[in-house]
């Protein structure tokens, strides 16, 4: 038994030049753990908060509350626990606080906490992280099929066009390496084409294309044209995805396109998105609908969740409860874990675990504000999940997740990687019909 000596927080920065969380975990036997709080743009009214200071100072996103809340209750809270009790320390974490959010804590002081006891646990029994969760929640680990974004929109673009991401996944690739080589030339044939057509307006914030676009749907045009100028078919090794992150843009069921000036309601909304679903090779939608919309959600999933993977982000917020409610409703098919939305590793995992238990896909992700740590891509490969969302082909806060499962596949080898899957029906992890 190893107990935890010291717990330390300290201000880093994320890549946005905001300032954020990073949590040490010194282990009596002087093991460390490191981990580093991320931070989203689009947010789900029911996830854990930031912790900010407010005032003036770094635009009122200072953290010096949130260390405080590591520095002093949190790590008062944990001195001398066993490192590899992950869902003890996480409970103690929430005893501290008990509001529904973290409102007192802050979500960025437990994540990167939470996190940090995990990396410490691993190094403490001699394991890469991945091996480290596969063994200790009992999963099969196997390396993730990426979803990648080559077009940011929404929250991630200046809002320059409504639609949060447009990206692709390759399930008819046989290794991850083979997908990074196809996601490349698919990305930058993106660029090229938006370039020559005085599209191209920059880099987004997850490092997609942000594009200058006259409609929504000259984003799929474009990105179709993309797939064939790399040489692949669409709908065959290349499918695409979609987050629609429509809360954004839409509330009370009403919707509104700013970019095509014009509202919607629920039904025409979900109308749209079903003729795109029929003109495009579309394989996952991510919030079709507003999170207050469950009526517009589980009309959403009745009409196409024989064919598509809907995924509920904002809709579901990496809740346990909310995934096992959707599952009775009928609402979405597949849940995004975001750990700095649950606030801890056992939260997160037990909303994986809750929608296996359900038959749904789960998709682990990180958020538009990221850093340097790749432990997601470590989660998603021990537990098994199968799909992994970092954000786009470029930056460095980027590729060091998809760079970390490269590394993770030269040890588990190819043959555990999910794709390998000439068309897109079961490759979110169960078959379909």
């Not at 064939?228 to 290349?238: H, I, L, M, Q, S």
């Not at 995934?323 to 995992?349: H, Y």
């Amino acid at each position: 038994m190893t107990v935890i000596k010291t717990i330390k927080g300290r201000r880093v920065w994320d890549s946005r030049g905001n300032p954020t969380v990073e949590v040490d975990v010194v282990l009596e036997n002087g093991v460390l753990g490191r981990a580093i709080a991320p931070a989203g743009a689009s947010r789900g009214t029911r996830e854990a908060i930031d912790l900010r200071d407010g005032g003036n100072a770094l635009r009122g996103k200072g953290v010096g509350k949130a260390l405080a809340s590591v520095n002093g209750p949190i790590a008062e809270a944990l001195a001398e626990r066993e490192v590899s009790d992950q869902a003890g320390a996480d409970q103690a974490m929430l005893a501290l606080d008990s509001t529904p959010f973290k409102e007192v804590l802050g979500g960025n002081a437990t994540v990167a906490t939470s996190l940090a006891l995990l990396h410490a646990a691993a190094a403490d029994a001699g394991k890469p992280l991945w091996r480290h969760v596969a063994d200790h929640y009992g999963c099969t680990p196997s390396v993730p099929l990426p979803e990648i974004q080559i077009f940011g929109g929404g929250a991630h673009a200046g809002r320059r066009v409504d639609i949060q991401d447009f990206m692709i996944m390759v399930p008819g690739a046989s290794s991850f390496d083979e997908v990074m080589e196809v996601t490349n030339e698919v990305y930058f044939a993106a660029g090229d084409i938006m370039a020559e057509r005085g599209k191209l307006a920059g880099i987004a914030d997850e490092g997609g294309w942000w594009p200058m676009f006259d409609s929504n749907e000259e984003a799929l045009e474009t990105l179709v044209a993309a797939i064939e100028k790399a040489g692949e078919k669409p709908g065959e090794r290349v499918v695409i995805s979609l987050d629609v992150a429509a809360s954004e843009f839409g509330k009370d069921g009403k919707y509104r396109l700013a970019l095509e000036d014009r509202e919607l309601d629920s039904g025409a909304l979900i109308d749209m998105l079903g003729g795109w679903l029929d003109a495009y090779p579309i394989a996952s939608i991510e919030d079709p609908v507003g999170e207050d919309d469950k009526a517009g959600m589980i009309e959403f999933t009745r009409r196409f969740g024989d064919r598509v993977q809907i995924i509920g982000d904002d809709y579901l917020v990496t809740n346990a409860d909310l995934v096992r409610e959707g599952a009775t409703d009928g609402a979405c098919n597949a849940v995004l874990v975001k750990v700095n939305q649950a606030g801890t590793v056992t939260e997160s995992i037990d909303t994986f675990f809750a929608a296996q238990k359900a038959g749904w896909g789960a998709v682990v992700s990180a958020r538009s504000g990221e850093t340097e740590d790749a432990s997601i891509s470590h989660l998603s490969t021990g537990l098994g999940g199968g799909q992994l969302k970092v954000g786009s082909f470029q930056r460095s806060e980027r590729m060091v997740k998809w760079n970390e499962c490269l590394r993770i596949q030269d040890e588990l080898g190819a043959g555990k990687f999910v794709g390998g899957k000439p068309m897109a029906s079961t490759w979110w992890g169960k078959e379909q019909k």
